[in-house]
């Protein structure tokens, strides 16, 4: 079972930018699509961008025209940029594959405060 680990939060101020990545401990070309998901607590974990393997997008209505989600199967990695960031961006995120299935790696904390 692939194992997924992301990385790249942090604390960046209203306007930022960050760029998150998925690290894949084996192949991701064989499945179709990937996501991107985040959770505040106490409040449910929600998608916020969807990438297939022929390179389709969606994304939440909340972060259309700002965040962008991108796959390079080559180094089996998962991207979100994240630009134009808002207090309400503020979660921990995750990755998965869409329809999420298995268990959930640890996230990376994603804080947008001034």
């Known amino acids: 079972q692939v194992q997924l680990v992301e990385s790249g939060g942090g604390l960046v101020q209203p306007g930022g930018s960050l760029r998150l990545s998925c690290a894949a401990s084996?192949?991701?070309?064989?499945?179709?699509?990937m996501g991107w998901y985040r959770q505040v607590p106490g409040k449910q974990r929600e998608m916020v961008a969807v990438?297939?393997?022929?390179?389709?997008?969606n994304y939440a209505d909340s972060v259309k025209g700002r965040f962008t989600i991108s796959r390079d199967n080559d180094k089996n990695t998962v991207y979100l940029q994240m630009n134009s960031l808002k207090p309400e961006d503020t979660a921990i995120y995750y990755c998965?594959?869409?329809?999420?299935?298995?268990?959930w790696g640890q996230g990376t904390q994603v804080t947008v405060s001034s």
């Open positions: 998965n594959r869409f329809p999420a299935r298995g268990g």
């Open positions: 084996g192949s991701i070309a064989s499945i179709n699509s």
């Open positions: 990438v297939s393997s022929r390179g389709s997008r």
